[in-house]
């Protein structure tokens, strides 16, 4: 089931920027090897990543903190303070109090601050978070919103148990600000469309289990089940909002996806006729830093401060455990 359009909001809404973080360490293939068995070069070929972001010494939240800190330095001075704090993570340190407060007590020491919050969404919560952040700001409900996504995936990994997993993910964050006034004299994006969706019979494509010798939990994953309908799903929605948009490969500067390994990416690419080079990667660095990497790949490729930014509406997909997942346009647009 797939969310209505929601163009019609009463006023536009804008990402400005966005700001990543990950992990310090780079988990290599040839350390995973020694591990699972796996040559490198097998474990490069079935997924994509030459190596993986580790954070040993920070939490979910302190990867949070550190991408703010990244997306507060590229926005201009007197920007002021976020209406709302959006929080999404898979890996939360606790569920009370929520990973949100935990980050608010970080950013905002002396108290006050915004109204903040836990969202969900697996991997497309970056996708579930601009699309509730956009109908927070269109409505009028409040002006800007703080969207963070931050994941400690290397918490729940296991070689030995689950390589499965074990060989895609990585630590990282993403913070993007979102708001319905852009300062002026910049490129930004215009959240021109989003939807979001869900299909709850695909729920145990990806679930934790138990170390069988630790006992603590550990990610699990149906890779070939996921494979399949994530390709699916995503082509779908992609291909019927490039259809009702009126949009081509040709004419649209970029695809942005979820970096969940490079065959689901270059499975949708293909079957869209999009060309390897319009199509970004940052899981070969990173891994998949799950909810966190579209904000990643978006703010290495797209920060409208910088030069990169292509001409063209950016297309956004990302499917995530559930499996919940989300597709949009991104205009550029000059302020």
């Known amino acids: ?24 360490r780079s988990v290599t293939n040839e350390e995973l090897s020694q591990k699972t068995g796996i040559p490198p070069s097998s474990i490069e070929s079935l997924t994509g990543v030459r190596q993986r972001s580790y954070a040993p010494f920070e939490g979910t939240e302190d990867l949070a903190y550190r991408a703010t800190q990244t997306l507060f330095a590229r926005l201009p001075p007197g920007t002021g303070s976020p209406g709302m704090l959006l929080f999404a993570t898979t890996t939360p340190p606790s569920h009370v109090p929520a990973t949100a407060m935990r980050l608010h007590r970080k950013l905002f020491p002396g108290g006050g601050g915004p109204p903040a919050m836990d969202i969900g969404g697996s991997c497309a919560a970056f996708m579930t978070g601009l699309f509730t952040a956009r109908h927070l700001v269109g409505s009028g409900a409040c002006d800007s919103v703080l969207l963070v996504n931050a994941e400690k995936k290397t918490d729940h990994l296991c070689p030995a148990h689950a390589p499965e997993t074990a060989l895609l993910f990585g630590d990282g964050a993403s913070a993007a600000w979102i708001c319905a006034r852009p300062p002026a004299g910049r490129t930004v994006l215009r959240l021109s469309r989003l939807s979001v969706g869900a299909d709850g019979s695909a729920a145990d494509l990806v679930t934790y289990g138990f170390d069988p010798k630790s006992g603590r939990k550990i990610l699990r994953m149906d890779g070939g089940g996921l494979f399949r309908k994530a390709v699916r799903t995503l082509s779908r929605e992609i291909g019927q909002l490039m259809k009702e948009e009126g949009l081509s490969p040709g004419g649209t500067g970029a695809l942005v996806l979820h970096q969940a390994n490079r065959r689901i990416v270059a499975g949708i690419s293909a079957r869209l006729g999009f060309p390897e080079e319009k199509v970004p990667l940052t899981l070969c660095d990173h891994g998949n830093t799950s909810s966190a990497s579209l904000g990643i790949t978006l703010g290495e490729f797209f920060d409208p401060k910088g030069p990169r930014l292509p001409r063209g509406p950016l297309l956004l997909g990302a499917a995530g455990g559930g499996i919940t997942w989300g597709v949009g346009r991104l205009d550029p647009v000059e302020t």
């Open 1 to 24: 089931m797939t969310s209505p359009d929601d163009s019609s909001l009463p006023r536009p809404v804008y990402l400005v920027s966005v700001g990543a973080a990950v992990g310090g």
